[in-house]
Nanobody
């Protein structure tokens, strides 16, 4: 069974940067597709970024493209989300998720293992 745990988020000013990490456990986790979603108050959970098992393929939501970078270190079973040029509209609970399937899809049901989420707040 794969388990994922996000790092603590935080409060950052608009224009600032923050890096989230996601530690995954499980024998085959290095072969999993890893993804980040976020959910703002009164909004649906939305796709942020996904990364393939080797780290060679990535997919980003248009809203974060060019500002966020998704990477992974399979030796450490850890995925990272580097967030730059943060905006108040990036404020949300961020979730890490894992899928044994290879596609970098943005639909939550594609992912079978979820973290508890971590709050990111961007002040204006």
């Amino acid at each position: 069974q794969v388990q994922v745990v996000e790092s603590v988020g935080g409060l950052v000013q608009a224009g600032g940067s923050l890096t989230l990490s996601c530690a995954a456990s499980g024998r085959t986790v290095s072969s999993y597709t890893m993804c980040w979603f976020r959910q703002a108050p009164r909004k649906e959970r939305e796709f942020v970024a996904a990364i393939g098992w080797s780290g060679g393929r990535t997919n980003y939501a248009d809203s974060v493209k060019g500002r966020f970078t998704n990477s992974r270190d399979n030796a450490k079973n850890t995925v990272y989300l580097q967030m730059n040029s943060l905006k108040p509209e990036d404020t949300a609970v961020y979730y890490c998720a894992a899928s044994p399937n290879s596609g970098l899809r943005g639909e939550p049901p594609w992912y079978t293992n979820w973290g508890q989420g971590t709050q990111v707040t961007v002040s204006s």
